[in-house]
């Protein structure tokens, strides 16, 4: 009898609380393998292990390179790394950040849905942005469940809102119902026969996920998008196949349409700090210019970028109310 055996769970901000919760609702002798992915900074040791042993009635242990999986055991990404499973073996990659996250969610998704098929359960708790969302739907493709926290119950429901833009997840629960639902959905025998397709395009994000010398540009269905990466400022490809696409630059960098815009909204903000500076400047030097030669020239140069200077200032105040 072959049951799912493979639990991947993405979080970001809000994930502590929730992870937490799961934790402490998954039985002793779990029948399943859990990996985690919180978003977290690349350089700073993680306590989440330490966090979520406190919690949970399973062994939990930070992530290492090579690892066999063992079932009724937690497994939680490192700093700075990717967490990848290939075959039943743990695999921590130094791959292109992905919705500018290292370690990030689609990466562990991907990798579970190419490694485990329809034994693997996806499940995404809080967090802002979409990262997991991509990764989700390509779980639910191979035959996998998806899972999402109650948004209701999310300190930030946007990481389960997008999951649900892109496809309905199998099972919406809150954190605290999370871990009973996950040991009911590990009992059940998977039907018979199930033969599904792999998308050559899921080989490709999982293999430059894991570094292998492949570029973005000859994935199957890559298109050129018109965008610049964030990261590296190459040009992205739009990566298609789903409701909601994907983008993609040569080296790997990853982005959700979410992801892009805010970063274009930090670009935005950047650009127009760095003109009101130079305004300000050529306001204040043709004032000091003024006082020295002939004045009316002067002035009128200053007035012009004060002027200017103040609809950038406009601006600015325009983008800092928009909502995330």
């Known amino acids: 009898m072959t049951c799912r055996d493979v639990i991947a769970v993405g979080a970001s901000a809000g994930g502590v609380e929730a992870l937490?919760?799961?934790?402490?609702?998954?039985?002793?002798?779990?029948?399943?393998?859990?990996?985690?992915?919180?978003?977290?900074?690349?350089?700073?040791?993680?306590?989440?292990?330490?966090?979520?042993?406190?919690?949970?009635?399973?062994?939990?242990?930070?992530?290492?390179?090579?690892?066999?999986?063992?079932?009724?055991?937690?497994?939680?990404?490192?700093?700075?790394?990717?967490?990848?499973?290939?075959?039943?073996?743990?695999?921590?990659?130094?791959?292109?950040?992905e919705n500018g996250h290292r370690p990030a969610v689609d990466p562990l998704f991907r990798s579970v849905a190419r490694s485990a098929g329809p034994r693997a359960i996806g499940v995404v708790l809080s967090g802002s942005q979409a990262d997991g969302a991509s990764g989700a739907v390509d779980i639910a493709r191979r035959g996998g469940l998806t899972v999402i926290q109650d948004p209701a119950d999310a300190l930030y429901p946007s990481m389960p809102m997008a999951v649900s833009a892109r496809r309905a997840p199998d099972h919406v629960a809150t954190a605290a119902e999370m871990g009973g639902l996950l040991a009911k959905l590990t009992s059940v025998p998977l039907p018979e026969g199930l033969d599904l397709h792999m998308d050559p395009r899921l080989e490709d994000e999982v293999a430059i996920s894991d570094?292998?010398?492949?570029?973005?540009?000859?994935?199957?269905?890559?298109?050129?998008?018109?965008?610049?990466?964030?990261?590296?400022?190459?040009?992205?490809?739009?990566?298609?196949?789903?409701?909601?696409?994907?983008?993609?630059?040569?080296?790997?960098?990853?982005?959700?349409?979410?992801?892009?815009?805010?970063?274009?909204?930090?670009?935005?903000?950047?650009?127009?700090?760095?003109?009101?500076?130079?305004?300000?400047?050529?306001?204040?030097?043709?004032?000091?210019?003024?006082?020295?030669?002939?004045?009316?020239?002067?002035?009128?140069?200053?007035?012009?970028?004060?002027?200017?200077?103040?609809?950038?200032?406009?601006?600015?105040?325009?983008?800092?109310?928009?909502?995330?």
């Open 20 to 97: 937490r919760a799961l934790a402490q609702g998954l039985p002793a002798g779990l029948p399943a393998a859990v990996l985690v992915v919180l978003h977290m900074p690349r350089e700073a040791p993680s306590a989440l292990p330490a966090i979520l042993s406190r919690h949970c009635a399973l062994p939990v242990v930070a992530a290492a390179d090579g690892e066999q999986i063992t079932p009724g055991r937690v497994y939680v990404a490192r700093p700075g790394h990717h967490l990848l499973l290939l075959g039943g073996r743990l695999r921590l990659s130094h791959g292109p950040s």
């Open 211 to 324: 570094v292998e010398a492949r570029t973005t540009d000859r994935t199957p269905g890559a298109t050129p998008a018109g965008f610049g990466c964030p990261d590296c400022g190459g040009n992205l490809f739009e990566l298609g196949g789903e409701p909601i696409p994907h983008f993609r630059c040569r080296v790997g960098h990853a982005w959700s349409p979410e992801s892009l815009l805010a970063e274009q909204a930090v670009a935005t903000e950047g650009a127009l700090w760095t003109a009101l500076r130079a305004l300000e400047e050529k306001a204040a030097l043709s004032r000091r210019m003024a006082g020295r030669t002939s004045a009316d020239g002067y002035r009128r140069t200053a007035d012009d970028a004060d002027h200017a200077a103040a609809l950038i200032r406009q601006l600015i105040d325009r983008i800092a109310d928009q909502p995330s």
